[in-house]
T-cell receptor, first 115, second 114 residues
Framework: ETGVTQSPTHLIKTRGQQVTLRCSSQ?????VSWYQQALGQGPQFIFQ???????GRGNFPPRFSGLQFPNYSSELNVNALELDDSALYLC??????????????FGEGSRLTVL | GESVGLHLPTLSVQEGDNSIINCAYS??????FIWYKQESGKGPQFIID?????DKRQGQRVTVLLNKTVKHLSLQIAATQPGDSAVYFC?????????????FGKGTRLSVIA
Protein backbone atom coordinates (compact mmCIF):
# COMPACT_ATOMS: atom_id res chain seq x y z
CA GLU A 1 0.00 0.00 0.00
CA THR A 2 1.32 3.45 -0.93
CA GLY A 3 -0.90 5.52 1.32
CA VAL A 4 -2.32 7.36 -1.71
CA THR A 5 -6.08 7.02 -1.92
CA GLN A 6 -8.30 7.92 -4.85
CA SER A 7 -12.04 8.20 -5.20
CA PRO A 8 -14.23 7.11 -6.77
CA THR A 9 -12.68 3.86 -7.97
CA HIS A 10 -15.08 3.52 -10.89
CA LEU A 11 -17.58 5.86 -12.49
CA ILE A 12 -19.62 6.17 -15.66
CA LYS A 13 -20.50 9.48 -17.27
CA THR A 14 -22.03 10.57 -20.56
CA ARG A 15 -20.53 12.87 -23.16
CA GLY A 16 -20.69 16.54 -22.23
CA GLN A 17 -20.87 15.92 -18.49
CA GLN A 18 -18.32 17.03 -15.93
CA VAL A 19 -16.38 14.87 -13.49
CA THR A 20 -14.33 15.45 -10.34
CA LEU A 21 -11.79 12.91 -9.16
CA ARG A 22 -10.16 13.10 -5.76
CA CYS A 23 -6.80 12.12 -4.34
CA SER A 24 -5.38 12.06 -0.85
CA SER A 25 -1.61 12.08 -0.87
CA GLN A 26 0.68 10.04 1.32
CA UNK A 27 1.31 11.62 4.70
CA UNK A 28 4.06 14.21 4.49
CA UNK A 29 4.01 14.46 0.69
CA UNK A 30 3.52 17.97 -0.65
CA UNK A 31 3.30 17.28 -4.39
CA VAL A 32 0.59 15.58 -6.42
CA SER A 33 0.84 14.56 -10.07
CA TRP A 34 -2.04 13.34 -12.21
CA TYR A 35 -1.71 10.88 -15.07
CA GLN A 36 -4.17 9.51 -17.62
CA GLN A 37 -3.73 5.89 -18.63
CA ALA A 38 -5.69 4.69 -21.65
CA LEU A 39 -6.15 0.96 -22.10
CA GLY A 40 -2.97 -0.62 -23.41
CA GLN A 41 -0.88 2.51 -22.91
CA GLY A 42 1.54 3.90 -20.40
CA PRO A 43 0.44 6.72 -18.11
CA GLN A 44 0.41 10.19 -19.73
CA PHE A 45 1.26 13.22 -17.58
CA ILE A 46 -1.63 15.68 -17.13
CA PHE A 47 -0.28 18.13 -14.53
CA GLN A 48 1.45 18.46 -11.21
CA UNK A 49 0.50 20.51 -8.14
CA UNK A 50 3.02 21.76 -5.63
CA UNK A 51 2.13 24.03 -2.73
CA UNK A 52 -1.36 24.53 -4.15
CA UNK A 53 -0.08 25.81 -7.52
CA UNK A 54 0.06 24.09 -10.89
CA UNK A 55 3.72 23.25 -11.47
CA GLY A 56 3.92 21.76 -14.92
CA ARG A 57 1.34 20.58 -17.42
CA GLY A 58 1.29 17.98 -20.16
CA ASN A 59 -0.44 18.12 -23.52
CA PHE A 60 -4.01 18.24 -22.24
CA PRO A 61 -6.67 20.85 -23.09
CA PRO A 62 -7.87 23.48 -20.58
CA ARG A 63 -11.02 21.49 -19.83
CA PHE A 64 -8.69 19.39 -17.65
CA SER A 65 -8.14 21.40 -14.49
CA GLY A 66 -7.08 20.74 -10.96
CA LEU A 67 -6.77 21.96 -7.43
CA GLN A 68 -4.54 21.24 -4.49
CA PHE A 69 -5.70 21.97 -0.96
CA PRO A 70 -3.70 23.08 2.10
CA ASN A 71 -3.63 19.48 3.33
CA TYR A 72 -2.02 18.55 -0.05
CA SER A 73 -5.00 16.53 -1.24
CA SER A 74 -5.98 17.22 -4.82
CA GLU A 75 -8.83 17.17 -7.31
CA LEU A 76 -8.85 16.61 -11.05
CA ASN A 77 -11.78 18.14 -12.90
CA VAL A 78 -12.69 17.35 -16.47
CA ASN A 79 -15.39 19.39 -18.23
CA ALA A 80 -17.30 18.61 -21.42
CA LEU A 81 -16.38 14.94 -21.32
CA GLU A 82 -15.52 13.20 -24.57
CA LEU A 83 -15.50 9.50 -25.36
CA ASP A 84 -11.69 9.54 -25.55
CA ASP A 85 -11.53 10.67 -21.93
CA SER A 86 -12.37 7.11 -20.93
CA ALA A 87 -9.28 5.95 -19.06
CA LEU A 88 -7.72 5.13 -15.72
CA TYR A 89 -6.78 8.36 -13.94
CA LEU A 90 -3.83 7.96 -11.63
CA CYS A 91 -2.74 10.24 -8.85
CA UNK A 92 0.83 10.09 -7.56
CA UNK A 93 2.22 11.88 -4.54
CA UNK A 94 5.81 12.72 -3.81
CA UNK A 95 7.93 14.80 -1.50
CA UNK A 96 9.07 17.52 -3.86
CA UNK A 97 8.68 18.09 -7.56
CA UNK A 98 10.10 16.09 -10.48
CA UNK A 99 13.31 18.09 -10.32
CA UNK A 100 14.25 17.09 -6.83
CA UNK A 101 12.32 14.07 -5.71
CA UNK A 102 12.73 10.35 -5.65
CA UNK A 103 9.90 8.01 -6.38
CA UNK A 104 6.30 8.75 -7.10
CA UNK A 105 3.79 6.84 -5.02
CA PHE A 106 0.72 5.99 -7.08
CA GLY A 107 -2.82 5.40 -6.00
CA GLU A 108 -4.89 2.64 -7.54
CA GLY A 109 -6.67 5.00 -9.88
CA SER A 110 -10.16 6.06 -10.83
CA ARG A 111 -11.57 4.24 -13.85
CA LEU A 112 -13.70 6.66 -15.88
CA THR A 113 -15.98 5.41 -18.63
CA VAL A 114 -17.62 7.97 -20.89
CA LEU A 115 -20.64 6.76 -22.87
CA GLY B 1 -9.32 -6.93 -11.40
CA GLU B 2 -9.26 -4.99 -14.62
CA SER B 3 -6.63 -5.39 -17.28
CA VAL B 4 -4.18 -2.55 -17.65
CA GLY B 5 -3.31 -3.41 -21.22
CA LEU B 6 -4.81 -5.73 -23.78
CA HIS B 7 -2.43 -5.29 -26.71
CA LEU B 8 0.95 -4.87 -25.08
CA PRO B 9 4.10 -6.75 -26.06
CA THR B 10 4.13 -9.90 -23.96
CA LEU B 11 7.03 -11.84 -22.50
CA SER B 12 6.25 -15.35 -21.30
CA VAL B 13 8.75 -16.89 -18.91
CA GLN B 14 8.91 -20.19 -17.08
CA GLU B 15 8.84 -19.90 -13.30
CA GLY B 16 12.38 -19.91 -11.96
CA ASP B 17 13.94 -18.60 -15.15
CA ASN B 18 15.38 -15.11 -15.51
CA SER B 19 13.38 -12.41 -17.30
CA ILE B 20 14.73 -9.54 -19.33
CA ILE B 21 12.41 -6.67 -20.22
CA ASN B 22 13.69 -4.06 -22.62
CA CYS B 23 12.87 -0.42 -23.15
CA ALA B 24 14.01 2.09 -25.75
CA TYR B 25 13.74 5.56 -24.29
CA SER B 26 13.08 8.64 -26.33
CA UNK B 27 15.01 11.62 -25.00
CA UNK B 28 18.79 11.66 -25.14
CA UNK B 29 18.75 14.43 -22.50
CA UNK B 30 17.03 12.19 -19.93
CA UNK B 31 19.21 11.58 -16.89
CA UNK B 32 16.96 9.59 -14.59
CA PHE B 33 15.14 6.35 -15.27
CA ILE B 34 12.69 4.24 -13.31
CA TRP B 35 11.07 0.86 -13.76
CA TYR B 36 7.51 0.44 -12.54
CA LYS B 37 5.41 -2.69 -12.10
CA GLN B 38 1.66 -2.48 -12.56
CA GLU B 39 -0.54 -5.36 -11.49
CA SER B 40 -4.08 -5.67 -12.73
CA GLY B 41 -6.37 -3.18 -11.04
CA LYS B 42 -3.56 -1.33 -9.29
CA GLY B 43 -1.43 1.73 -9.82
CA PRO B 44 2.23 1.53 -10.90
CA GLN B 45 4.64 0.45 -8.18
CA PHE B 46 8.28 1.60 -8.06
CA ILE B 47 10.79 -1.20 -8.62
CA ILE B 48 14.20 0.37 -9.16
CA ASP B 49 15.76 3.54 -10.51
CA UNK B 50 19.05 4.52 -12.09
CA UNK B 51 20.77 7.80 -12.88
CA UNK B 52 22.61 8.46 -16.11
CA UNK B 53 26.01 8.48 -14.41
CA UNK B 54 25.61 4.74 -13.83
CA ASP B 55 25.22 1.85 -16.25
CA LYS B 56 24.06 -0.80 -13.81
CA ARG B 57 22.20 -0.93 -10.55
CA GLN B 58 21.08 -3.94 -8.57
CA GLY B 59 18.21 -4.45 -6.18
CA GLN B 60 16.65 -7.47 -4.65
CA ARG B 61 16.28 -9.96 -7.53
CA VAL B 62 16.26 -7.10 -10.03
CA THR B 63 18.98 -5.40 -12.05
CA VAL B 64 18.63 -2.38 -14.29
CA LEU B 65 21.08 -1.81 -17.13
CA LEU B 66 21.42 1.50 -18.93
CA ASN B 67 23.06 1.97 -22.33
CA LYS B 68 23.03 5.68 -23.09
CA THR B 69 24.75 5.23 -26.44
CA VAL B 70 21.73 3.47 -27.92
CA LYS B 71 19.15 4.89 -25.47
CA HIS B 72 18.29 1.47 -24.11
CA LEU B 73 17.20 0.37 -20.68
CA SER B 74 16.61 -3.17 -19.47
CA LEU B 75 15.19 -4.78 -16.38
CA GLN B 76 16.42 -8.20 -15.40
CA ILE B 77 14.42 -10.25 -12.91
CA ALA B 78 16.18 -13.25 -11.43
CA ALA B 79 14.33 -16.47 -10.61
CA THR B 80 11.01 -15.16 -11.89
CA GLN B 81 8.02 -15.95 -9.71
CA PRO B 82 4.27 -16.04 -10.43
CA GLY B 83 3.91 -12.86 -8.38
CA ASP B 84 6.10 -11.09 -10.94
CA SER B 85 3.31 -11.36 -13.53
CA ALA B 86 2.35 -7.78 -14.34
CA VAL B 87 2.86 -4.99 -16.85
CA TYR B 88 6.27 -3.32 -16.59
CA PHE B 89 6.88 0.29 -17.62
CA CYS B 90 10.09 2.22 -17.97
CA UNK B 91 9.92 5.94 -17.28
CA UNK B 92 12.39 8.74 -17.89
CA UNK B 93 12.88 12.37 -17.02
CA UNK B 94 15.45 15.12 -16.82
CA UNK B 95 16.50 15.96 -13.28
CA UNK B 96 19.28 18.43 -13.96
CA UNK B 97 17.30 20.93 -15.99
CA UNK B 98 13.95 22.15 -14.75
CA UNK B 99 10.89 20.29 -13.62
CA UNK B 100 10.22 17.86 -16.45
CA UNK B 101 7.66 15.17 -15.73
CA UNK B 102 8.17 11.44 -15.79
CA UNK B 103 7.47 10.12 -19.28
CA PHE B 104 6.33 6.52 -19.41
CA GLY B 105 6.93 3.98 -22.15
CA LYS B 106 4.16 1.76 -23.51
CA GLY B 107 4.85 -1.21 -21.25
CA THR B 108 5.54 -4.92 -21.52
CA ARG B 109 3.34 -7.63 -20.07
CA LEU B 110 5.27 -10.33 -18.21
CA SER B 111 3.48 -13.64 -17.95
CA VAL B 112 5.01 -16.26 -15.67
CA ILE B 113 4.23 -19.87 -16.48
CA ALA B 114 4.11 -22.07 -13.40
Amino acid sequence: ETGVTQSPTHLIKTRGQQVTLRCSSQSGHNTVSWYQQALGQGPQFIFQYYREEENGRGNFPPRFSGLQFPNYSSELNVNALELDDSALYLCASSLGTFANTGELFFGEGSRLTVL
Amino acid sequence: GESVGLHLPTLSVQEGDNSIINCAYSNSASDYFIWYKQESGKGPQFIIDIRSNMDKRQGQRVTVLLNKTVKHLSLQIAATQPGDSAVYFCAENIRNSGNTPLVFGKGTRLSVIA
